[in-house]
């Protein structure tokens, strides 16, 4: 597989998971979202406002643009319903991105600043699985809580995801023209 069909088929899967993940979480209270947990960023809302952080601070070096963060535990959204629309449309943005570099752009290098003003350099295509990547890490630690709670946490693994994509291929491209816009 091309690096530029990897990466669009893991920023597809990247999206796919935040929904199947949002759909268990739309079942929990307000305040079982919100409670002070035993994980990284201590709650669901918490964990959740890093990954719109995370996704957008990579997306703008990606794009060269400029991001600014005070903390990885900066709140940007409180809303959950917000929240939850900013991680499908940064998801969506970075799949579009994902969808549009060619071979040439994803061999290169991402210059780029980091939160602490120091020049960085690294494979672009690597930055872009990193973030997917990244993702993962905090949705499997979401999903132990809902586990805890005695919640059944969705199936979000790659299997699943490409199973569901043989069965409805038309659907993989819905909801991209939001990151058009």
Known sequence: MQPRHLC???????????KRL????????????RAKRQMQYGSIHRALNHLLLADTLWYSRLTGG???????????????????????????TLAVFAK???????????????EH???????LAG???????????????IAAVLAELEQEPPAMDMARFLQERQKKPADENKGMELAAA
């Open 8 to 18: 669009v088929l893991m920023a597809r899967y990247h999206r796919w998971a935040y």
């Open 22 to 33: 949002y759909q268990a979480l739309d079942q929990l209270s307000d305040n079982d979202y």
């Open 66 to 92: 400029r991001f600014a963060i005070s903390h990885p535990d900066q709140e940007l959204e409180f809303d959950r319903e917000k929240l939850f629309d900013r991680l499908i449309w940064q998801a969506t």
């Open 100 to 114: 549009d570099c060619d071979e040439e752009t994803l061999a290169g290098k991402l210059n780029y600043l980091d």
């Open 117 to 123: 003003g120091e020049s960085q350099s690294m494979p």
């Open 127 to 141: 930055a872009l699985m990193h973030v997917f990547n990244h993702a993962t890490h905090h949705r499997s630690q």
